[in-house]
């Protein structure tokens, strides 16, 4: 049983014993000048003033002793009050038996159970080792056997009696003052405990951010911790709260809670527990929301209010809403722009069939095609890249001809690279026949790159390297174009970004293309577009992409997804031509385009310009098919198609006819929300003239019976 004063537990177990010395030392001194006033007044009373000095003599000096010290404790340091502590102890120790057997012969069993607690109530618990509190509880017995032997009341005519009680009080003495020491020990390591928790929860606050004051009902700061006490600067609460305005509030208020610290002091009123958010306010450019709750602070009612600093966030969440606006324009506007833009095209290609055109008329509809169809190419970088901002991009796997892929590639370059100086070359190792992949954004990305490729380069070569190995495929296009300076790269993968010397030299573009490149290479699994470049010797462009290869034997059973239904055609005009099929649509232009590309197949056609009339419509004839546009005002084609089907089990119609989708949005949610609404297919805006006169045709000869399921 010992501790060392060095350790915590011994420092707080010297300041306990410390502490209970004062205390009990000053109770002892109080009480001895009590008593010993008693004792002298009743001697007085009974005996005389002038009588008895033997018996007033000792109450005099132990009340002047006890009333002189009592005011020179306070002023001593802690080893001194020890010292004299013991001291005086002791001193009490040895007068006791001495008064009882000298003076007091009468009052021995008082004096010896006074003795006793002395010895317990005021030595015990200041030792903290075994062997002192041994000695200590020996010495007690030794002191009143001495005085007793002494003065012939304590006799050995028994010495087993004497010895064995003896020995009894002193192990009682021991194992007393032993259970006074283990309580002070748990007390410490309690406190230590206590002082830990405190120290880590304190370490905690301090740690965090957020500024945490406790006010309370007086307004005054009990507590802050340090991002709170330099938000202060050594304000009062009222005045510092009184600088900040409100930037967002959660709750309706009225005029007088418009302050801050006006609603902080109303929280007062409300039950323990409660909680409050006071919204937002800001103070220097810096937006800080605070919440506040009603708790008891050392037994006092106050409130703990938590500061936190949300100008990051706030600006975060006004560029996300700003982004998501964004991307809903650039959506909204880039479907309204593919639509007229599709009727253009569609009448050019009508035309362009015709025999009637002169050489000149031919070469003005050929530019005319190919400006819309570069427009297309724009508006899809646009909604490309709204839906890779909105997170709505999706990538559609399948197995699919690499060689043929790369080959397709190539062919639409070259044609633009007719009347220059540029040779376009294919260099690969041993591909594999099919892989497993997303074939159109993998061309997509090829065909930005050989473009930009195209663009800036004015003779030399373009070269595209592909390899294959251990499931990655590598894509390189290599060209001796102009070339770009190493710290311009960077502005390469901008948004809406341009290189000042590419600018000058090609104008045309929005700045997209390798921009949708580089992300789309991330969404398939790669780590982007590397660029390696030379100003005046060209540039190498190539991204690695995870890759699944498999054999010819795998896919056999795979369906392919444009699979032709072969049948004659004169059969097949002889089918179509006595059906009639329901077009659709909101814009004029887009009606005249579609009747004007059946009517040369025989397929007579009738209009609807929203889905109410297409309802109408359907309750009055029976149509073989039905194309419906998506966005429509009155009635859109989705909620049209439910109608439709809504009329079948309600037996209006008798008959539904195949519903084919035309939409200019692209996204997976769109084909989902055509397939939910009961649609059978769906032609994206634009659609090549081949395309739609197959699927009409397949899905017209499917609802007639000659197509099975």
Known sequence: ????????????????????????????????????????????????????????????????????????????????????????????QIVSPCLAFTYYPDSLIPCAQLSALLFVFYQSFMFTNTKILAFFSVKQIVIWGVFGYYYGMVTFSDPFIFIIGNSAVCIFYFMTNYCEYLKDVHLCKSKLKVQGMHKNILAIVEAISDSIIVLNQDNE???????????????????????????????????????????????????????????????????????????EWDNMLSIILCGRNVTHLVKMEKESVE??????????????????????????????????????????????????????CLINDLLDYAQILSGCLKISKTFFNINQLLLDCLKIISIQLKERNISLELVSNELPETIYSDPYRIKQIILNLLSNAR?????????????????????????????????????????????????????????????????????????????????????CFFFVLPIQNTSNSAILDIAEENTKITIPSICTKTILSKNEILIVDDTYFNII???????????????????????????????????????????????????????????????IPPIIACTAHTTEVIKAKCNQSGMDDIIMKPCPTEILLSKLKYWMLKGQGYINS
């Open 1 to 92: 049983m010992y501790f060392d004063r060095t350790t915590e537990e011994g420092k707080i177990l010297e300041t306990i014993r410390v502490h209970s010395a004062y205390k009990r030392l000053t109770i002892g001194m109080w009480s001895a000048i009590i008593l010993s006033s008693i004792h002298l007044a009743l001697e007085i009373a009974f005996n005389g003033v002038f009588t008895n000095f033997k018996g007033k003599f000792p109450m005099i000096f132990v009340l002047g002793y006890n009333y002189y010290f009592i005011g020179k404790i306070c002023q001593q340091s802690k080893q001194v009050t020890m010292v004299f502590y013991m001291i005086v102890t002791e001193l009490a």
């Open 221 to 295: 700061v009990v507590f802050a911790n340090t991002p709170a006490k330099d938000l202060l600067s050594n304000k009062a609460p009222e005045d510092f709260f009184k600088e900040f305005k409100y930037y967002r509030k959660y709750i309706q208020m009225n005029i007088l809670q418009e302050k801050l610290f006006d609603r902080i002091k109303e929280l007062f009123t409300g039950s323990l527990g409660e909680e409050m958010n006071f919204g937002i306010v800001f103070k220097d450019d810096e937006l800080i929301e605070w919440r506040g709750k009603l708790i």
């Open 323 to 376: 982004n998501q606006y964004k991307s809903a324009l650039l959506r909204t506007v880039s479907h309204e722009l593919r639509t007229p833009t599709t009727a253009v095209i569609s009448i050019t290609q009508i035309i362009e069939s015709s025999n009637e055109l002169s050489k000149e008329n031919a070469e003005r509809l050929d530019v005319i095609k190919n400006s819309c169809t570069y427009q297309l």
């Open 455 to 539: 663009k800036f380069t004015m003779n030399g070569s373009i070269v595209l390297e592909a390899f294959y190995s251990c499931n990655t495929l590598r894509i390189k296009c290599i060209d001796t174009g102009i070339g770009i300076s190493e710290e311009k790269i960077p502005l390469l993968f901008k948004q809406f970004g341009k290189v000042e010397d590419s600018f000058n030299l090609n104008p045309q573009g929005v700045g997209l293309g390798l921009v949708i490149s580089n992300m789309l290479v991330k969404e398939l699994g790669g780590e982007g577009i590397i660029v390696n470049s030379e100003v005046g010797k060209g540039s």
């Open 593 to 655: 385009a579609l009747v004007s590309i059946l009517k040369t197949e025989g397929i007579l056609c009738t209009y609807a310009f929203n889905g109410q009339d297409a309802l109408n419509k359907v309750k009055e004839k029976h149509f073989s098919c039905i194309l419906m546009d998506c966005e429509m005002p009155v009635l859109d084609g989705w909620e049209t198609t439910t109608k439709i089907h809504e009329l079948f089990e309600n037996k209006e119609i008798n008959f």
